[in-house]
């Protein structure tokens, strides 16, 4: 008596259903990496963004106090000189033909609240030794006022390390996130702010201004 054929069945081996599965969990991860890897590119896109637009405006807040302020009062006034801390008088009123000047006003970096420059992030805000745009009005008066411009100044200006070296070649030492360079009537400002994310990862840009000051 002859057995009945065996009937082929058609599907999938059960290796066949492993390749499969192996290949459609390696698509889905593809896809997920590449979704998150353009997510965090967007991510970082937009966080520099947003740094540089915050420090345009700081220098554009220091840059309108420079439209009056008058070229002999600023110091430092040596050429080539980068400094931190920059001091100017602004007209203040006319008696006759008389011209009264302001009491000094100082824009400057200044360690933030609870930082000391000492290579340690004291404050607990993930940046080390950072600093404020701090503007000053009657510098050292009774009348003295204080604005705090911008925070997350970074300690020291982009490309530069705290080395007693000039790593990015402006020929200043170790200069500060905030640098004022004045040759002949010629007020350049140069400020780099730093971010930090949820994951610690530190993002750093630099941006500079000139200004041209009357004479
Ligand atoms: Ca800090
Ligand atoms: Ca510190
Ligand atoms: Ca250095
Ligand atoms: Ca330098």
Not at 117 to 143: H, K, M, S
Request: aromatic share 6%; net charge negative.
């Amino acid at each position: 008596m002859k057995l009945p054929e065996r009937k082929h069945l058609s599907g999938f081996t059960l290796i066949e259903l492993m390749i499969g599965t192996t290949v459609v969990a390696g698509l889905f991860y593809a896809i997920a990496t590449t979704s998150l890897s353009a997510s965090n590119t967007y991510d970082e896109t937009m966080r520099r963004a947003r740094l540089v637009t915050k420090a345009h405006k700081v220098l554009d807040r220091i840059s309108d106090e420079f439209v009056e302020a008058e070229l002999t009062t600023i110091t430092p006034a040596l050429p080539g000189v980068g400094a931190s801390t920059i001091t100017y008088r602004v007209p203040g009123s006319l008696a006759g033909s008389v011209i009264t000047w302001s009491g000094n006003r100082t824009i400057a970096f200044q360690t933030d609240a609870g930082e000391f420059d000492d290579g340690i992030d004291n404050n607990g805000d993930g940046r080390i030794d950072e600093g404020v745009v701090l503007f000053t009005i009657d510098a050292g008066l009774a009348t003295q006022k204080q604005v705090t411009l911008c925070h997350d100044v970074r300690s020291l200006l982009g490309g530069e390390l705290s080395n007693l070296g000039d790593d990015n070649g402006n020929l200043m030492v170790d200069e500060r996130g905030l640098v004022f360079e004045l040759t002949a009537n010629v007020l350049t400002i140069r400020l780099t702010l730093e971010d930090i994310d949820e994951d610690g990862n530190t993002l750093s840009k630099t941006v500079q201004t000139s200004v041209r000051i009357r004479n």
